[in-house]
């Protein structure tokens, strides 16, 4: 973050300082939502942690996790030219979290959970969203679900298939498969053509440890109602078994899916082992097997399934038309560009994905985004025509004052690569 008003002179402090900042804070106390009109607030989102699942290292807690958040900001402010602060929270449990999010909560304009084990981060998504006025997003569920599907129906496009018509494997039912599940459906897919994993096996009717834990379980229990109409029963190598498509956010690899299963799978099978820091598998494993397209979480991979394509852009379209909520189809607004913008720049094998760095794409979900929360009432009534005029203008400007900065000196004087 840096500053974003001219100091030339003392009389410059008067302005924006005492006394002149006393007229502001007036305004805001007998209409507080001026706060986002006169403040900084409504281009401010917290990024919440406590450190319990952090991607690829586990519970590491809040003081380990926040070299993490800080990256996290750092996409932010590059990619959509919006103000994160991380905030890793040594809390305990789930209510303690929400208390304390609900008490920041006046000052930013929006909230992003971030490495929150299950079930924890379902309950602490659910009560925010129900309690604050502001748009909250957990990025390991909703992010990664966005991407995922994006990349799923333009590769089931490159393979002539219809994502209502596919049977789709999911490996491991955490907070990136749970809310993959969710879009999948809300997009069209079939849920009794869907087998779900845990490390117990295929989730069915039949699975007691569920059933007998419905209420806390009750995600993975929904799930085992409504999918695998077939019963498939066993483990990875049966569910595997004519699939078209499996969607791995599961342990880190190697050897979790074995090449054996890919090669049971139905014609020009599509696989996304989407664990970190080592894929469920390798694809050169994958692609040996049959596998006609595979993504993983990695950069250094063709297909790189990564959720920062999707929460930079997002929350740049929430706050350009101060959205108070983030909806299932404001997601889909934002699969659909990812996806459209994909299709445009011209789909392969190796790349169903647009790379992170094109600016248009962050620009593209961000006029998506924020038009379908105009459509759907989650935000004030305005003009949408000109919104990706003005998100790529805000992460212009952004990466212009950044590369001054770097071009002067200004960020690598004390910085010493590890």
Same mark, same amino acid.
């Given at each position: ?21 006393? #007229? ?16 900084? /607030? ?34 932010? !402010? ?9 905030? %890793? ?10 208390? *304390? ?71 491991? *039912? ?43 379980? /009750?995600?993975?229990?929904?799930? %085992? ?15 595997? !078994?004519?699939?078209?498509? %499996? ?26 082992? %989407? ?10 494993? #994958?692609? #040996? ?8 979480? /990695? ?59 094109? *600016? ?5 979900? #961000? ?27 805000? *992460? ?23």
């Amino acid at each position: 973050m840096m500053a974003k008003c001219p100091m030339r002179s003392p009389a410059d402090l008067a302005v924006w300082y005492t006394p002149g900042v006393a #007229a502001a804070s007036r305004a805001i106390a007998a209409e507080p939502a001026l706060s986002c009109e006169l403040t900084n /607030r409504a281009n401010t989102v917290a990024i919440i942690s406590d450190g319990s699942r952090v991607l690829g290292l586990g519970d590491i807690g809040p003081e380990a996790a926040m070299p993490v958040m800080e990256g996290k900001a750092l996409l932010f !402010k590059q990619y959509g030219g919006v103000d994160a602060v991380p905030l %890793c929270l040594d809390a305990a449990s789930g209510e303690e979290i929400v208390a *304390i999010v609900e008490a920041l909560a006046p000052s930013f304009g929006g909230i992003n959970l971030e490495d929150i084990s299950t079930p924890k981060c379902f309950r602490v998504l659910e009560a925010l969203k129900k309690s604050l006025s502001i748009p909250v997003w957990h990025d390991d569920q909703q992010g990664s679900a966005t991407v995922a599907l994006a990349g799923l129906v333009n590769a089931l496009e490159l393979v002539g298939k219809r994502l209502d018509e596919a049977r789709i494997v999911l490996v491991g *039912i955490g907070a990136a498969n749970m809310a993959v599940y969710r879009l999948m459906k809300a997009e069209g897919a079939e849920p009794g053509a869907i087998v779900a994993l845990d490390s117990k096996g295929t989730l069915h009717s039949g699975r007691r440890d569920i059933a007998d834990a419905r209420e806390a379980l /009750r995600e993975k229990w929904q799930v %085992c109602s409504e999918t695998n109409r077939q019963g498939v029963t066993g483990g990875i190598a049966e569910a595997l !078994k004519g699939a078209d498509a %499996c969607l791995a956010f599961s342990t880190p690899g190697p050897g979790i899916i074995p090449p054996e299963t890919v090669a049971s799978m139905a014609d020009e099978p599509i696989i996304f082992a %989407c664990a970190n820091p080592v894929p469920e598998i390798w694809p050169e494993e #994958a692609l #040996a097997a049959g596998a006609r397209i595979v993504a993983t979480g /990695r950069s250094d991979f063709p297909n790189q399934v990564n959720n920062s394509l999707v929460f930079p852009g997002l929350f740049r379209g929430v706050f350009d038309v101060r959205a108070r909520a983030i909806s299932e189809r404001m997601a889909l607004a934002a699969a659909h560009a990812l996806a459209g913008h994909a299709r445009q720049a011209g789909l392969s094998d190796q790349a169903i994905l647009p790379p992170m760095e094109r *600016i248009e794409v962050a620009a593209d979900i #961000a006029a998506a985004v924020g038009a379908e929360a105009v459509a759907e009432g989650l935000a004030p009534p305005q003009d949408t025509a000109g919104l990706y005029g003005k998100a790529l203008r805000r *992460i212009e400007m952004t990466r212009r004052a950044a590369s001054l900065l770097d071009e002067n000196g200004c960020l690598s004087a004390d910085f010493e690569a590890p």
